[in-house]
């Protein structure tokens, strides 16, 4: 066999297995496993809405910057599209993530050899696919994915050397990011770190998500134009992070967080003792980077371990992490031993970890029951859900309003608004909107008793009816007696006994 033929298989080899460990681990069960969660069928009603012509979050108007939903357009609109290509399902945004998680790895295994090593690079790009948070949250409709694509760009590109070609492509992942969520900037700050001795990169990084930045401002303020919606949302957005680092901040909180991310399981501890073997001139931007994530990242927010998808931006640097550190191991008993024995010895071993984790999590695939661990708070019965949807389908016209969360609410055909949207419609303030919204950012009635059917399911007991200034709306409900009309064991249908017809769409 000669020697381009030994080279093509086993580059082709690799490939197919990272094809093939994807395709089970990420493709079965992929519409109802994990079971829906509200942030991504908010994302994907907004998504649907985007891709249909329509800037809007259900019944209000969305600059993507206020607080309710700071997620921006690029990939909310590429969720939606591939709803709309499968008849406005979310199977296709599903299908959007899976693909997303498969760029992931194979960037690690083709853009990390040159750096780390071929068999790194391909345990890296396995270990990514079979963690169990992976196999999960890129099944999930989330901003956050795209952003830890763009992540992994940028960090793939800040270990090769300085070139113009390079630095761009290192901001193309930031606008990637951009495009996605404001948690870019962590990256951002990242990547000027690893930069910071040279000073002549730094407009390369920065200009392209810049350029994005720009253009969703500016085509936000032009579209609603002399409406100065999207600075609004801006400063509300800016005030409501700012009082949530005042609140999750403390001077011991920071490091407190950052302990208990990295220790609550094996594979993040494992992480953090990578982190610090790709401290060398080598691999160090591995390091910075996730270093200056983390730091960013975890310091007001103590909940990661379990409401994971926040974190998901940074996995795929800890897996590189990973990846750099069984490199820095190799290479140090080549040094100290002679011989290449020990180091292939300690990476053919290091093989059997995403082996292991794949054999792990394959039979949940394959059954469909992924769990996350916020399951509390997602879907509980997702066929429940869709008989209840095909139930309120029957007996509505398009035009009329439903109040329900965004998990039944994005398989009926007709308009909706959630308690919050209706909570703030009565002029108080609540969870997502600290202070009040502009009736003119209304396209239509939020009112609750301008609709005709309420739908309480298992989110809204468990979380909705809890947040603040909630309850008075269903206190008038429960004094009005509205009946039930449709229940099931996690859901209920409620009627407006004094219905009325609902006005027209305002135009936007």
């Keep these: 066999m000669s020697y381009a033929a030994l080279k093509r298989r086993l580059v082709l080899a690799p490939l197919l297995v990272i094809l093939l460990v994807w395709t089970f681990l990420y493709l079965p069960h992929l519409r109802t496993s994990p079971r829906w969660y509200g942030d991504e069928t908010l994302t994907l009603m907004i998504g649907k809405s985007l891709a249909s012509g329509e800037a809007v979050d259900r019944s209000l108007i969305a600059t993507f910057w206020h607080p309710s939903y700071p997620y921006q357009p690029g990939y909310a609109w590429l969720a939606g599209a591939m709803a709309w290509i499968f008849g406005g399902d979310i199977l296709g945004a599903r299908l959007v993530n899976t693909f997303i998680a498969l760029a992931i790895a194979l960037l690690i295994y083709f853009g990390?050899?040159?750096?780390?090593?071929?068999?790194?690079?391909?345990?890296?790009a396995?270990?990514?696919l079979s963690s169990d948070q992976a196999v999960i949250h890129f099944r999930w409709v989330y901003p956050h994915n795209a952003v830890a694509l763009g992540f992994t760009i940028t960090t793939l590109a800040l270990l090769r050397s300085s070139r113009p070609p390079v630095d761009w492509t290192a901001g193309l992942g930031l606008a990637i990011g951009a495009l996605s969520h404001p948690l870019f900037v962590h990256g951002a700050a990242a990547a000027w770190a690893c930069r910071i001795k040279r000073p002549q990169t730094w407009l390369r990084l920065i200009i392209p998500a810049t350029i994005v930045l720009a253009s969703t401002?500016?085509?936000?303020?032009?579209?609603y134009w002399p409406h100065l919606w999207v600075f609004?949302?801006?400063?509300?957005?800016?005030e409501f992070y700012r009082d949530f680092n005042r609140e999750n901040a403390s001077a011991w909180q920071a490091p407190r967080n950052i302990a208990v991310f990295y220790s609550h399981d094996l594979f993040h501890f494992g992480s953090l003792v990578a982190i610090f073997l790709c401290c060398s001139r080598r691999l160090y931007p591995i390091a910075i980077f996730a270093g200056t994530v983390s730091i960013l990242l975890l310091q007001n927010r103590q909940n990661l371990p379990v409401f994971y998808y926040q974190a998901i931006v940074l996995l795929p640097i800890l897996v590189l992490a990973w990846a750099g550190g069984l490199r820095a191991?190799?290479?140090?008993?080549r040094s100290i031993f002679r011989r290449t024995f020990a180091a292939r010895a300690v990476l053919f071993i290091a093989m059997l970890i995403p082996i292991a984790t794949t054999l792990?999590?394959?039979p949940r695939s394959l059954r469909g029951n992924l769990v996350s661990r916020n399951d509390l708070w997602v879907t509980q019965d997702v066929s429940e859900v869709q008989q209840a949807a095909t139930w309120i389908n029957e007996h509505i016209r398009p035009d009329e309003l439903v109040i329900c969360n965004q998990n039944i609410g994005w398989l009926l055909k007709c308009r909706t608004a959630d308690l919050l949207q209706s909570t703030v419609w009565e002029k108080r303030t609540t969870f997502g909107f600290p202070t009040l919204v502009d009736a003119s950012r209304f396209r239509y009635d939020a009112d609750i008793s301008r609709a005709k059917y309420l739908v309480l399911g298992d989110i809204d007991s468990r979380w909705t009816v809890h947040q603040e200034n909630v309850w008075p709306s269903l206190e008038r409900i429960s004094q009005q007696k509205w009946p039930i009309v449709w229940s099931g064991k996690y859901y209920l249908v409620a009627e407006n006994p004094t219905y009325r017809q609902p006005e027209k769409l305002k135009e936007d």
């Design 126 to 128: 396995l270990l990514f």
């Design 217 to 223: 401002i500016g085509l936000s303020l032009v579209h």
């Design 232 to 238: 609004q949302d801006m400063a509300t957005l800016v």
């Design 112 to 124: 990390g050899r040159a750096r780390l090593g071929c068999l790194p690079a391909f345990f890296g």
């Design 360 to 362: 792990l999590i394959l």
């Design 329 to 333: 191991i190799s290479t140090w008993l």
